[in-house]
């Protein structure tokens, strides 16, 4: 089946930590995109990336960074420098960035502070 | 404004129908979603529409879309528990970014 994985479902961070949070699809996109879900609040777009070796800042950037070796995965890291990282994270991906076909999603990465 | 706007939340009685709607903001937007997202889960597609059209219609889902006031709507007939979620409206703009609405909790009450 198609689809979109991320890993690993729950993730925790001690204060001073960078995490990095995996998406893999093997759906053959070339858009893959990276979202912040807070309660109560639509989605935030924080990275994407159109093509291998290439990614675009969002609107919320600062504090992350992002990947794109290959086309399959695009890692994301929260860094140290993210303060309040504890959200709801989801990765997505679509045939690429000029389609108005759907972007389809992962079952996502909840992050917690230790 | 710049934002897709919900209502945070919508009560309905089990096999009545559910009504959600969605307030976008680009009149040159090309396609309009829904999207479900069940607790602890990524979003599921439900269904889209192309801008040109009125209505789309799938098994007990019917959107309607009103370009002039850009009112969107899902309506979910026989509303069941299992549709018990939050149902997201988001539109792809003409420069191909999607702007996402904040969800709209569906409750359902026996």
């Known amino acids: 089946d198609g689809g979109i994985t991320q890993s690993p479902k729950y993730l925790f961070r001690k204060e001073g930590q960078n995490v990095t949070l995996s998406c893999e699809q093997n759906l053959n996109h070339d858009a893959m995109y990276w979202y912040r879900q807070d309660p109560g609040q639509g989605l935030r777009l924080i990275y994407y990336s159109q093509i291998v070796n290439d990614f675009q800042k969002g609107d919320i950037a600062e504090g992350y960074s992002v990947s794109r070796e290959k086309k399959e995965s695009f890692p994301l890291t929260v860094t140290s420098a993210q303060k309040n990282p504890t959200a709801f994270y989801l990765c997505?991906?679509?045939?690429?960035?000029?389609?108005?076909?759907?972007?389809?999603f992962g079952d996502g990465t909840r992050l917690s502070i230790l | 404004g710049e934002d897709v706007e919900q209502s945070l939340f919508l009560s309905v009685r089990e096999g009545d129908s559910s009504v959600i709607n969605c307030t976008y903001t680009?009149?040159?937007?090309?396609?309009l979603y829904w999207y479900k997202q069940e607790p602890g889960a990524g979003l599921q597609l439900l269904t889209y529409?192309?801008?040109n059209m009125d209505m789309k219609q799938d098994q007990r889902l019917t959107v309607l879309l009103n370009k002039k006031d850009k009112h969107l709507s899902l309506r979910i007939a026989d509303t069941q528990t299992g549709d018990s979620a939050i149902y997201f409206c988001?539109?792809?703009?003409?420069?191909?970014?999607?702007?996402w609405g904040a969800g709209t909790k569906l409750i359902i009450k026996p």
């Open positions: 680009d009149s040159s937007s090309t396609y």
């Open positions: 529409i192309f801008s």
């Open positions: 988001a539109e792809m703009r003409s420069n191909y970014q999607l702007i």
């Open positions: 997505a991906s679509r045939a690429d960035k000029y389609s108005n076909q759907p972007q389809h």
